[in-house]
């Protein structure tokens, strides 16, 4: 991919991940904590019972965290396939004997649509990360 296309949707994905920690997941790192730290005060439990307890503490963020990963994977994956599919036909293009110049031209155009179409995706992939993350800190 283009560095400048590149930069681009690193750019917006960077400001979408900062606003998730920022507004989402540095709130449930806090509840996690508070929680992990009630579960130490218990002068009565087991090792393993107060474990189990931090465990407990610690799932919804790890969840969190296994979603934003997840949709993130997702996101690279359409934005590759989309790319792979510009170097196909470019590719193609060659085979077919056309101008190298003409090719790149094409190849740029193919590949700033695929970045195009993807930012343009960001906005509700953050609105349903953001819906997920409410409805795991319930």
Request: net charge positive.
């Given at each position: 991919m283009a560095d400048v296309q590149q930069l681009r949707v690193?750019?917006?994905?960077?400001?979408?991940?900062?606003?998730?920690?920022?507004?989402?997941?540095?709130?449930?790192?806090?509840?996690?904590?508070?929680?992990?730290?009630?579960?130490c005060e218990d002068s009565q439990a087991s090792m393993q019972q107060v474990h189990q307890c931090i465990e407990r503490c610690h799932a919804p963020l790890a969840q969190a965290q296994a979603l934003v990963t997840s949709e993130l994977e997702k996101f690279q994956d359409r934005l590759a396939r989309c790319t792979m599919?510009?170097?196909?036909?470019?590719?193609?293009?060659?085979d077919a004997?056309?101008?190298?110049?003409?090719?790149?031209?094409?190849?740029?155009?193919?590949?700033?649509?695929?970045?195009?179409?993807?930012?343009?995706l960001i906005p509700t992939m953050t609105k349903k990360m953001k819906e997920s993350l409410a409805s795991i800190q319930k």
């Open positions: 690193q750019e917006a994905v960077d400001t979408m991940v900062k606003s998730l920690e920022r507004e989402n997941i540095r709130k449930m790192q806090g509840l996690m904590f508070r929680c992990s730290a009630g579960c599919h510009c170097n196909d036909k470019a590719k193609d293009s060659i004997g056309s101008k190298e110049s003409q090719v790149k031209r094409q190849l740029e155009s193919c590949v700033t649509k695929c970045v195009d179409d993807h930012m343009n």
